[in-house]
């Protein structure tokens, strides 16, 4: 348990290995995951390479943690216990009630970077891995197809850094072929403690190293998982399909890798539910089916194809091209005898009234209420039934070369990828509903993204390797345009657009005083272009659009630490300020059915971090961490949304995280128990502004026991049975909430996304 790269906590410790994980791409591509080299491939680059990695991960998943990852969890979910994350999706379905899937030291999803093998898997349209513009039930990746993951805080190296990485990235390593064959089937189920169940299948095949095609590895795997969720009227059914293969090249010394995986998803997602209805009828309310509900078929995809070389003893490079898609198809349903009310309550789906529908002034299309009645009995029952579509794709490329000169690693590099998105929106009688022109169309959207970028950075290396200094720069340009056909939400049709370039630097030093211990500091600036939603207002309401005046935001981000490694144990300690600028802010307007994009000020995130992992007797291993964050806006400023004062907190940002927990492995037994700490947090209004409540704090428990037998037949080789315990004491506790209304209106109340409670679950594993 006190190897290296065993811990959660602890990313790389050996420096000698850290050094071809980063400074050389060849090893680096799949080190992380699956044993992937061959005909000693690592130690020919060890031979050659002299440097350590200029910026390592503040926290790592690593492969065991992920092998033994509960059947309940998801591809987020497993990063729980990393210091300073929060988070807010559920179950394996990924599902969510808001556009906010996670939080990393105060920021949300869709301001942090998220990759695959390094290639960005964001929605680069709304930005965030899933859960922006009302995509609550996609499953990008699942557990089975990563091998760990890596999480990364702050402004980092260019090379490190992706998309949106205001507050950080995280990237998931794919799982790779091993060089030894063999398949493997598993089963699993389990059951929440008052509601729902489920039932997982799979099997996964690897070939092994084939001396016959050079050491080609292929790895196939195939999982199921349908899930009744713990709220009501809730469920969420799975098909994952993944490939890996390597094949070695120039006797190893190059390498062609293939990744593709894709996911799909049926789910009826969870709404978010007035407070005081969970209070009457339980953790586990949703309105009835015959009141509204909110269905969704989605399907997403990732391809990578990748090269890398050693080039020479000086030189390693590496290219890889990629394609992700993601699909989402949701209807939502309101019975029109309601009204849009319930129980006192506004339904989660609106219908559009007759008065309503019939344009606000000149400004939209008419809404034909005679042909609505005619169909459908009345004109409300028209509309009963939102269909939206929102299909997005990426298309690109990166390359990179690192020069691996005496006491210096040079590696300059670059991306280039091209977006595309279709958006659509319509309301109907019946489903399927339709989306077309006449009275049901609310809008059919072409977006587009062009981006590329390139970086060049430094690794200096110093006092025999003591001291490190790592200068780079990325420069980049964002090129974005949206076009709408004229349809209710626009009068008139057009399309805007804009492009955006600026420069990200960074520096950092690291010093070594003695072996174990490491002093750290960096200061980058990260920047985001704006979302499409920038240009939603901007068509429609005149012949000629209007134009766009949403700034980038960005973060200027210090980072400071020490760190600690030996066989006694690990610690970590970072203090970090991070300046947010141009926050963008979101209004939704109920007269024009558009949503506004603006900018709403600076705000300082300041925090500090604590992790430390302690071998304790023979195979046990205590880990704790805390992460302290006191996210608050710095200016005065006065929006859409209302007014935002100087000190206001920032919403959905837990003052604090910790987490405690005792790990064991020794002869094939594994078992780790874990408590989770999430501090209290201010809500917002749905108006955007962040409003006087707050969730409380919460803990949770986890449990769970694995035990590896390595049978004596000749065709079983192994049987693994595992049992998982999540929230072993069923505590009740809010994930996420916000206050119905605006501030200062009457008839505000809270809606809340309730968390998961207890969960028992058993899985079954052999391996022929």
């Known amino acids: 348990m006190n190897s290296k790269g065993k811990g959660l906590f602890g990313g790389v410790s050996a420096l000698g290995l850290g050094v071809v994980m980063i400074a050389s791409p060849l090893t680096a591509a799949h080190a992380q995951g699956d044993d992937s080299t061959d005909n000693g491939q690592p130690v020919q680059i060890k031979?050659?390479?002299?440097?350590?990695?200029?910026?390592?991960?503040?926290?790592?998943?690593?492969?065991?943690?992920?092998?033994?990852?509960?059947?309940?969890?998801?591809?987020?979910?497993?990063?729980?216990?990393?210091?300073?994350?929060?988070?807010?999706?559920?179950?394996?379905?990924?599902?969510?009630?808001?556009?906010?899937?996670?939080?990393?030291?105060?920021?949300?999803?869709?301001?942090?970077?998220?990759?695959?093998?390094?290639?960005?898997?964001?929605?680069?349209?709304?930005?965030?891995?899933?859960?922006?513009?009302?995509?609550?039930?996609?499953?990008?990746?699942?557990?089975?197809?990563?091998?760990?993951?890596?999480?990364?805080?702050?402004?980092?190296?260019?090379?490190?850094?992706?998309?949106?990485?205001?507050?950080?990235?995280?990237?998931?390593?794919?799982?790779?072929?091993?060089?030894?064959?063999?398949?493997?089937?598993?089963?699993?189920?389990?059951?929440?403690?008052?509601h729902g169940d489920m039932s997982t299948v799979g099997v996964q095949a690897n070939s092994g190293a084939l001396q016959s095609l050079n050491g080609f590895k292929v790895l196939a795997r195939y999982d199921h998982t349908d899930t009744n969720g713990f709220q009501q009227h809730v469920y969420a059914h799975v098909n994952s399909y993944y490939l890996a293969a390597v094949q070695p090249l120039d006797q190893g010394l190059t390498q062609l890798s293939l990744i593709v995986a894709h996911n799909d998803e049926k789910a009826q997602m969870p709404e978010m539910i007035p407070s005081a209805l969970i209070d009457q009828f339980g953790s586990d309310y949703q309105y009835p089916t015959d009141v509204a509900r909110n269905w969704v078929d989605s399907h997403a995809t990732h391809v990578i194809l990748g090269l890398n070389s050693l080039l020479n003893p000086m030189a390693v490079g590496g290219f890889k091209v990629f394609y992700n898609q993601t699909k989402n198809d949701r209807t939502a349903y309101a019975n029109p005898i309601y009204n849009n009310s319930y129980l006192g309550y506004g339904l989660p789906t609106h219908l559009k009234s007759s008065s309503a529908l019939n344009g606000y002034g000149n400004n939209f299309n008419i809404y034909n209420a005679a042909l609505a009645t005619q169909m459908f009995g009345s004109a409300a029952a028209g509309t009963q039934y939102q269909h939206y579509i929102d299909n997005y794709h990426n298309f690109g490329a990166k390359i990179h070369l690192s020069l691996l000169l005496p006491s210096n690693t040079v590696t300059v590099g670059g991306m280039a990828m091209q977006?595309?998105?279709?958006?659509?929106?319509?309301?109907?009688?019946?489903?399927?509903?339709?989306?077309?022109?006449?009275?049901?169309?609310?809008?059919?959207?072409?977006?587009?993204?062009?981006?590329?970028?390139?970086?060049?950075?430094d690794n200096m290396s110093l006092l025999k390797g003591r001291l490190h200094i790592y200068p780079g720069v990325k420069y980049a340009q964002v090129s974005m345009f949206a076009a709408d056909d004229p349809a209710y939400y626009y009068y008139y049709g057009g399309s805007t657009g804009k492009t955006f370039t600026y420069a990200e630097p960074s520096i950092g030093v690291t010093f070594s005083p003695a072996k174990p211990v490491e002093l750290y500091a960096n200061y980058g600036r990260t920047y985001k272009a704006p979302n499409i939603s920038a240009i939603y207002s901007l068509i429609g309401s005149t012949p000629m659009p209007q134009p766009i005046t949403v700034k980038p935001e960005y973060v200027d981000s210090v980072d400071a630490g020490i760190r600690y490694s030996s066989a006694f144990g690990k610690f970590s300690a970072a203090v970090y300020?991070?300046?947010?600028?141009?926050?963008?802010?979101?209004?939704?307007?109920?007269?024009?059915?558009?949503?506004?994009?603006?900018?709403?000020?600076?705000?300082?995130?300041?925090?500090?971090?604590?992790?430390?992992?302690?071998?304790?007797?023979?195979?046990?291993?205590?880990?704790?961490?805390?992460?302290?964050?006191?996210?608050?806006?710095?200016?005065?400023?006065?929006?859409?949304?209302?007014?935002?004062?100087?000190?206001?907190?920032r919403a959905d940002v837990p003052e604090y995280t910790a987490n405690l927990g005792l790990a064991y492995e020794n002869a094939g037994w594994y078992g780790d128990l874990s408590s989770h700490f999430v501090g209290r947090q201010y809500i917002a209004y749905n108006g955007g502004t962040t409003s006087d409540t707050t969730i409380p704090a919460y803990e949770t428990v986890d449990l769970k026991v694995a035990y590896t037998w390595k049978t004596p037949g000749a065709m079983v080789k192994k049987l693994k049975v595992a049992a998982y315990i999540d929230n072993l004491l069923d505590k009740k506790y809010?994930?996420?909430a916000y206050v119905q209304g605006k501030a200062g209106a009457t008839g505000n109340y809270e809606l809340v996304q309730e968390g998961a409670p207890r969960f028992a679950g058993v899985t079954l594993t052999a391996s022929f």
Request: aromatic fraction near 12%; proline fraction near 5%.
């Open 47 to 194: 031979k050659v390479v002299k440097t350590v990695p200029p910026e390592r991960a503040v926290a790592t998943v690593s492969k065991a943690k992920v092998e033994h990852t509960s059947p309940s969890s998801n591809l987020l979910s497993i990063l729980k216990n990393v210091p300073g994350f929060n988070v807010l999706s559920s179950g394996p379905g990924n599902l969510l009630t808001s556009d906010t899937a996670f939080t990393l030291n105060g920021f949300n999803s869709s301001e942090v970077g998220t990759t695959f093998d390094g290639v960005p898997i964001i929605n680069t349209f709304l930005g965030g891995i899933y859960g922006q513009g009302d995509d609550h039930a996609v499953t990008p990746l699942t557990v089975g197809q990563i091998s760990n993951v890596q999480v990364y805080s702050g402004a980092n190296t260019p090379q490190q850094n992706s998309l949106d990485s205001l507050g950080g990235n995280i990237n998931f390593s794919p799982k790779m072929p091993t060089k030894a064959p063999g398949v493997d089937v598993n089963v699993g189920g389990g059951a929440y403690a008052k």
């Open 419 to 457: 977006a595309k998105e279709l958006s659509e929106e319509g309301w109907y009688g019946s489903k399927p509903a339709p989306i077309s022109t006449g009275y049901n169309a609310a809008w059919v959207e072409h977006d587009g993204r062009n981006y590329w970028d390139a970086y060049a950075q």
């Open 734 to 736: 809010i994930a996420y």
């Open 577 to 649: 300020d991070r300046h947010f600028t141009h926050i963008f802010s979101y209004s939704y307007s109920n007269v024009t059915g558009v949503t506004q994009e603006y900018n709403a000020g600076t705000a300082d995130y300041k925090g500090f971090t604590l992790a430390a992992e302690k071998p304790l007797l023979d195979h046990f291993l205590l880990q704790a961490n805390y992460g302290y964050t006191n996210a608050k806006y710095t200016k005065d400023f006065t929006g859409d949304n209302g007014t935002v004062t100087a000190g206001m907190w």
